[in-house]
């Protein structure tokens, strides 16, 4: 037993089963949930849109042909288990590609790009999620592509990069990312400079192809926000950091005291393989004019990995503070189990299957991010049958037009509190600010709800100027100008819900 655990190699008929077991093991949670998350909500009213606008046309052609239609019906999860399996499939490649003869703990080492927890956000999207994992193999490929004409392996992979960039533009971040990684692993195995700078020299020329076969096609169908950049003055370098800022308190808050060991025991791995690979760089016999530029691209290397995680986003004017755009920290991942399993092994062969601990904490939180996405899913599922039932027992239900004003930042989820409490991360992967959206309305049989945006009826509102016909924690309900109003709410709750629960918990003992 002990042979297959951690010595034997792998046929690649067995390192696909292991990845296909894997990495469908890691989704079961969000397919279970089956929950309607963010833009799925309306997607799935109209069957699709809004991809090609945003630059990502290539959302829009997957699911016509997955729907046999010009529309993009809602298959899930249809789609994510195809993206799935491709990526089981791209995962080993990249085993096969980085070790010769591949064990079970060599596997383990590639593994974290699909378990990375903040990929979870992408996954919890009908829509999006398959499609932005395809992107992921896409360049996975672009990564691995090798070929013995020079031409070949630049335009293959950007094409594959702009195809990545038709879907989903922030994974321009992982790619570059993986191949930061991709240089630091070739020193590590002392890989001539040559090689590595002509590896260095292609994937730059290959970025630079890619990006402009996407500004001739599909950037030129968007529109919007997405274009706009930060101007060029104090105030954008002063929102940059705000932004970084943010960005730290999140990470930090990922920290709990269970996982602080896995953390620091990894960054310290890492850093003494980086440092180990640097040693082995600056000791090779070999002219300085080759392998000084190889130690500056060495030494660079994780600074543009960790830059690649937040990415081109912190340019944008408009932020997304929504983890789904940190893809690139799958990259990061990598690279700390890659160096980590390099340090591990040395010290004892055994010890390679310690990896399975961080990726055991990694599949915990897809469980509890699939609990809490199920909770979330109830709650809305209760709030959605009283609105319903006060709306048709109200005079709302004889207007031919409602309007709802939604509250975007209520973050009220109290049945997840001891949850919240264990992981506190999932507060930001969860990413639901609203207790319930317009769109949500159809599936109580109500068609004849709308956005509202008249700005002065929602000031007067807000103001309190009007007074409500029926009102309860989670909305009010207004008859104005002929028309019915749906106001929700931000519900006031005692923040000491996991505190008084317990102490319930223990008066109920008591009796």
Not at 446 to 472: E, H
Request: hydrophobic share 55%; glycine share 6%.
């Amino acid at each position: 037993m002990s042979q297959f655990l951690w010595a034997r190699t792998l046929t690649p008929r067995e390192v696909l089963l292991f990845f296909l077991a894997a990495s469908f093991l890691f989704i079961f949670p969000l397919v279970q949930a089956d929950y309607f998350y963010n833009d799925d909500n309306w997607r799935a009213l109209v069957a699709g849109g809004g991809w090609r606008e945003e630059g990502r046309v290539v959302i829009e052609w997957l699911y016509n042909v997955l729907s046999f239609s010009s529309a993009s019906a809602d298959l899930f999860p249809l789609p994510l288990f195809i993206a799935t399996t491709a990526v089981s499939f791209a995962l080993k490649s990249l085993v096969f590609f980085y070790f010769e003869r591949p064990t079970l703990v060599h596997c383990l080492v590639v593994l974290p790009i699909w378990y990375n927890p903040f990929l979870l956000q992408n996954l919890s999207y009908h829509y999006d999620g398959p499609a932005m994992a395809l992107g992921l193999v896409a360049l996975i490929h672009a990564v691995i592509w090798s070929s013995d004409k020079i031409w070949r392996n630049v335009l293959v992979p950007a094409l594959l990069l702009a195809l990545a960039l038709s879907i989903y533009q922030v994974l321009i971040g992982f790619f570059i990312a993986m191949c930061c990684v991709e240089v630091i692993r070739l020193v590590w195995q002392g890989k001539p400079s040559q090689q590595v700078l002509r590896l260095i020299g292609c994937k730059l020329v290959a970025i630079g192809v890619g990006v402009s076969v996407y500004y001739l096609t599909a950037y030129q169908l968007m529109t919007g926000a997405r274009q706009v950049l930060l101007p060029l003055d104090i105030s954008s370098l002063l929102e940059i950091g705000n932004r970084l800022s943010f960005l730290a308190r999140m990470f930090d808050g990922w920290v709990t005291e269970g996982a602080q060991a896995l953390v620091w025991g990894g960054a310290l791995l890492t850093l003494v393989g980086y440092v180990w690979g640097g040693i082995g760089l600056v000791r090779r016999a070999e002219s300085p004019w080759r392998e000084a530029p190889l130690l500056f691209c060495y030494l660079l290397a994780p600074a543009v990995l960790l830059f690649c995680i937040p990415g081109i986003t912190l340019f944008f004017a408009e932020f997304n503070y929504g983890v789904r755009t940190l893809v690139a920290f799958s990259a990061l991942l990598l690279l700390v189990f890659f160096l980590g399993l390099q340090m591990l092994m040395r010290l004892h062969a055994r010890l390679g299957l310690v990896l399975l601990i961080p990726l055991l904490a990694m599949l915990s939180f897809s469980f509890g991010h699939g609990r809490v996405l199920s909770l979330q899913k109830q709650q809305e599922a209760v709030v959605l049958a009283s609105l319903a039932y006060d709306i048709n027992h109200s005079p709302l239900r004889d207007k031919d037009r409602i309007y709802m004003i939604p509250e975007l930042k209520a973050n009220w989820l109290p049945a997840a509190s001891g949850l919240f409490a264990a992981m506190p991360a999932q507060q930001y992967v969860l990413g639901v600010g609203y207790v319930l959206l317009p769109e949500s309305l159809p599936r109580a049989g109500i068609t004849n709800v709308y956005l509202a945006k008249d700005p002065m009826v929602i000031a007067s509102i807000r103001r309190g100027d009007f007074s409500p016909i029926v009102s309860t924690r989670f909305y009010d309900l207004f008859v104005i100008h002929d028309s019915g109003y749906i106001s929700m709410k931000k519900p006031q709750g005692d923040p000491d819900v996991v505190s008084k629960l317990c102490l319930f918990v223990d008066v109920e003992r008591c009796r």
